[in-house]
């Protein structure tokens, strides 16, 4: 997997990318990146890559010449249908189904925008997706390339040290993950719970999947739609609605 990332603020993904285990996969060859600076693209002489925007109105558009001509040069080396990810709170919100699909990719560009937007032209001419990590404005699109990319960087074979971590986890099939526990076996009186000391494979899976599937109910009931649930989980739902709405 090759990302390319273009953006006024290369440093902004450098350090990020390169710290914990996106830098070990990089290390290690899985995945690469480069940082393409997209004043380094603007053919004017003060390196202006933005204007006011036309009809009026606040803040500063960025440019479709420079951005477009960093999109030309990424693609002669990454390819002419190569995926360009624009980061934009309209786009569409991300997921966990959303960076499996990204994580079958060979090269992603992302494209970082600034100030109030880039010109509408970049999205016509350029752009293949709009995605947006949820329903708030950051100041710029870097953290959210950087969001996208640690978490399809995680779907890429070889990038988590154990295949299976990336399995049992929040989000498969539509439930949140159970909750886990590590020695010592009791911290200032909060214990491990018993089940977890047990031994007792079969029973431990069991609890795993009515926690997920309690979490998920307490949490995130929307996900619920969604989830395979098979005749037990869903006997173990209706049991647990109904002792919820007893509680109420
Ligand atoms: N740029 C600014 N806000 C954003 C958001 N919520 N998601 C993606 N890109 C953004």
């Known amino acids: 997997?090759?990302?390319?990332?273009?953006?006024?603020?290369?440093?902004?993904?450098?350090?990020?990318?390169?710290t914990s285990i996106t830098g070990r996969a990089i290390n290690k060859g899985i995945i690469s990146f480069e940082a393409v600076n997209i004043r380094d693209y603007a053919t004017n002489r003060h390196k202006h890559v933005d204007d006011y925007p036309y009809g009026g109105g606040a803040g500063m558009v960025m440019q479709v010449e420079p951005i477009h001509l960093a999109?030309?040069?990424?693609?002669?080396?990454?390819?002419?249908?190569?995926?360009?990810?624009?980061?934009?709170?309209?786009?569409?919100?991300?997921?966990?189904?959303?960076?499996?699909?990204?994580?079958?990719e060979e090269e992603l560009i992302f494209l970082c925008g600034h100030y109030e937007g880039v010109d509408e032209r970049v999205i016509e001419m350029d752009v293949t997706d709009c995605i947006?990590?949820?329903?708030?404005?950051?100041?710029?699109?870097?953290?959210?390339?950087?969001?996208?990319?640690?978490?399809?960087?995680?779907?890429?074979?070889?990038?988590?040290?154990?295949?299976?971590?990336?399995?049992?986890?929040?989000?498969?099939?539509?439930?949140?993950?159970?909750?886990?526990?590590?020695?010592?076996?009791?911290y200032e009186g909060y214990k491990v719970p018993d089940i977890l000391l047990s031994g007792h494979h079969a029973n431990i899976e069991k609890w795993r999947r009515e926690q997920s599937i309690y979490r998920t109910l307490k949490y995130r009931p929307d996900l619920l739609d969604?989830?395979?649930?098979?005749?037990?989980?869903?006997?173990?739902?209706?049991?647990?609605?109904i002792s919820l709405h007893s509680q109420d």
């Open 1 to 18: 997997m090759n990302y390319h990332v273009l953006t006024l603020f290369p440093e902004m993904i450098e350090n990020c990318i390169e």
């Open 132 to 186: 947006s990590i949820g329903d708030y404005v950051l100041t710029g699109g870097e953290l959210a390339a950087m969001v996208v990319i640690d978490a399809v960087s995680r779907m890429v074979p070889g990038v988590l040290s154990n295949e299976d971590s990336g399995v049992n986890e929040s989000f498969e099939n539509n439930l949140l993950e159970y909750p886990q526990y590590t020695r010592p076996e009791i």
């Open 71 to 104: 999109c030309n040069a990424i693609k002669e080396k990454a390819g002419a249908n190569t995926r360009v990810i624009y980061l934009t709170p309209q786009g569409r919100v991300f997921n966990q189904s959303i960076a499996k699909e990204l994580a079958k």
């Open 226 to 241: 969604e989830a395979v649930l098979d005749k037990k989980d869903k006997k173990y739902l209706e049991n647990i609605k």
